[in-house]
């Protein structure tokens, strides 16, 4: 997990509040995403992006946005914190995979909406 | 709808004997997989890869194979080590609406090495 920063690790939000997750990579990547992490379900995308300026949604991006103003930084803001987003979430930074590189994971920031 | 299946939760192993795991995908896409390792309260760590061009990768006692027939592939860990009790998600990726940002992942295999 050397090189991508995720912050908060632990966090209990009240049901509407807002929050962000930080995330910095220190690897001078062009691809960075966020996952969450629900039991039984694998990880999701929730958001990604090829590079600065440029984001995209992924399979579950509803309450949730995303910038990226900068390549090192990718901050995933919750607008109005619900019970159904408490889960794990993990940033991911990443080259090209076909040049042979891969892709880091963030060691996880655990959400709990009440 | 999901494209990558990991039909066992759970997977018990002696140490010393070999683990296979097994992961299914539906989409013929797919042209790039990757196997992930992951301890409890922690980010998943890559393990090992392989191109849909190939069909099989090695990397000391991980093997992966790829069957594009069948959609299928397997990790291999031989021998198997206690230190390798975790989750192990596989992966897949897209090569036209897929990049290094959108991993396609599988629900994991728990692994248990016993002595």
């Known amino acids: 997990n050397a090189g991508v920063t995720q912050t908060p690790k632990f966090q209990v939000l009240k049901t509407g509040q807002s929050m962000t997750l930080q995330c910095a990579q220190d690897?001078?990547?062009?691809?960075m995403s966020w996952y969450r992490q629900d039991p039984g379900m694998g990880l999701r995308l929730i958001h990604y992006?090829?590079?600065?300026?440029?984001?995209d949604q992924g399979e579950v991006p509803n309450g949730y946005n995303v910038s990226r103003s900068t390549t090192e930084d990718f901050p995933l803001r919750l607008l109005s914190a619900a019970p159904s987003q408490t889960s794990v979430y993990f940033c991911?930074?990443?080259?090209?995979?076909?040049?042979?590189?891969?892709?880091?994971f963030g060691e996880g920031s655990w959400l709990t909406v009440v | 709808d999901q494209q990558v299946k990991q039909n066992s939760p759970s997977l018990s192993v002696q140490e010393g004997r070999i683990s296979i795991l097994n992961c299914d995908y539906t989409?013929?896409?797919?042209?790039?997989f990757l196997w992930y390792k992951k301890y409890p309260a922690e980010g998943p760590t890559f393990l090992i890869s392989i191109s849909s061009i190939k069909d099989k990768n090695e990397d000391g006692r991980f093997t992966v194979f790829l069957n594009k027939s069948a959609k299928h592939l397997s990790l291999h860990i031989v021998p198997s080590q206690p230190g390798d009790s975790a989750v192990y998600f596989c992966a897949a990726i897209h090569p036209f609406t897929g990049t290094a940002s959108k991993l396609t992942f599988g629900t994991g295999t728990r692994l248990q090495v016993t002595l």
């Open positions: 992006s090829v590079g600065a300026g440029i984001t």
């Open positions: 991911a930074s990443g080259q090209r995979l076909h040049s042979g590189n891969t892709i880091y």
């Open positions: 989409n013929s896409m797919f042209d790039y």
């Open positions: 690897m001078n990547h062009e691809y």
